[in-house]
């Protein structure tokens, strides 16, 4: 079980039983119930906004140890100029990635997809409508998105995607229960490129990924922006970041054969 998982088990237990005991014994001093109140919601809330701690979902972040390759992924496309580069640039390096895609772009660029499915890429979910506030949404609205989503994917791919990363990368129970209901393997990262940002330089980019790779690693990186045409900086980092992964003989591999190795499958996540 994931450290941060099993630290809110035993907080919640720990909360409970405090309870139970200021109502049947005597209640416990106002500062400690403030400070215990503070820390139960800080320690909630940093599960929410911090996909890898993997406290709701069993989030695949990167390969076992022992697995081979890195994983390139890259987010919020498909754009009808910037994935076509990518796509261009991966086939001038033999690399391959994996696409988590948004639901309404499929819509307005198909062929984007299948310009991404023909070169042999892998792809996956990243929620329909990109919303910001997916964590705030009702299981209703959570699931009417990834199932639009999900139906945007199998129109032209043919069949369902199996992975999903979630809008900005947020979890909680809900966004873990629904896409486990909908047999969706929920993928994190283990490098960020942070190159989604209007600041991002290419160049930081780069060095930013160099210094993560290695065997097992997931590359976060955009196709697209999040709106808008502007141009993600991984573009042009993307040339420099291939080279290295060749230069440290290294290999790019299918998303697949990391989560594979990590031996998760849909309908493990947690229930708190
Ligand atoms: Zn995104």
């Given amino acids: 079980m994931p450290p941060a998982r099993a630290a809110l088990y035993g907080a919640t237990a720990v909360a ?28 909630r809330l940093a599960g929410v906004l911090v996909l890898r701690l993997r406290m709701y979902a069993d989030t695949v972040v990167r390969g076992p140890r022992g697995a081979r390759g890195v994983a390139l992924t890259f ?20 690399a391959v990635a994996t696409f988590f895609v948004t639901g309404h772009k499929v819509e307005a660029y198909p062929h984007v997809l299948r310009a991404i499915l023909d070169a042999g890429h892998g792809v996956g979910l990243h929620s329909y409508a990109h919303d910001r506030l997916f964590a705030l949404r009702s299981e ?3 699931r009417q998105d990834l199932e639009r989503g999900v139906a945007a994917i199998e129109r032209v791919a043919g ?27 929920v993928v994190g990262w283990s490098v960020a490129g942070l190159d989604g940002l209007a600041s991002a330089r290419p160049a930081a980019v780069a060095s930013r990924v160099r210094r993560g790779l290695s065997d097992g690693a997931i590359v976060l990186l955009h196709d697209a922006p999040e709106r808008g045409d502007r141009e993600p900086a991984a573009i042009r980092a993307l040339p420099e970041i291939l080279e290295a992964v060749h230069a440290r003989r290294l290999e790019t591999v299918p998303l697949d054969r990391l989560v594979e190795a990590a031996g998760v499958q849909p309908s493990r996540s947690a229930k708190p």
């Avoid at 919020?76 to 390096?93: I, K, Q, S």
């Avoid at 947020?170 to 393997?185: G, K, Q, Y």
């Fill in 159 to 185: 069949e369902r995607p199996t992975f999903f990363r979630p809008p900005i990368g947020h979890t909680n129970p809900t966004i873990a229960r629904v896409a486990d209901e909908m047999d969706l393997v």
């Fill in 16 to 43: 409970l039983a405090t309870t139970g005991y200021s109502l049947a014994v005597r209640p416990v001093p106002f500062g400690w119930a403030a400070c215990a109140l503070f820390g139960y919601i800080a320690l």
């Fill in 140 to 142: 209703r609205r959570v």
């Fill in 75 to 94: 987010d919020d496309g498909p754009h009808p100029v910037w994935t076509l580069r990518v796509l261009e640039l991966l086939a001038n390096h033999r």
